[in-house]
């Protein structure tokens, strides 16, 4: 399983931002503008965590979700989201996401919640931190 995070957020400046920590903590990244374009990646790649923006464009961050549970349901995934919602939170614990952050947030945090992830933590029915 690879040890690169993907990041999937409609905003160019999160996905920039993100990125940027991800690569100064030493950690791989691969950025993605949409849910699409992701779900085409994960098709033919195998994806450890996933950091998920919820509120996105065209194909939102549940929609996201739906399919990749069925298409990769190993992949650990943390939903970044700007507005607190407690159905989405509800779904992100129902499949067992390892993190719900609300932006903005820290970014040792962020950190923390992505290195547990790669590390093997938060599997699918783990409680969301």
């Known amino acids: 399983m690879s040890k690169t995070t993907c990041l999937v957020d409609d905003d160019p400046s999160v996905r920039k931002a993100l990125s940027r920590l991800l690569e100064s903590a030493g950690l791989g990244v691969c950025a993605f503008a949409t849910g699409e374009d992701f779900l085409s990646y994960a098709v033919s790649h195998p994806v450890s965590v996933v950091v998920l923006d919820i509120w996105m464009q065209r194909m939102n961050g549940l929609e996201v979700l739906a399919h990749l549970c ?60």
Do not use: H, M, N, W
């Open 70 to 129: 069925s298409l990769s349901p190993q992949t650990r995934i943390i939903i970044i989201t700007g507005r607190d919602d407690f159905a989405v939170r509800s779904i992100a614990t129902q499949v067992g996401a390892t993190a719900f952050l609300l932006k903005p947030f820290e970014d040792t945090e962020f950190l923390d919640k992505v290195q547990y992830a790669l590390t093997g933590g938060g599997g699918r029915g783990t409680k969301v931190r």
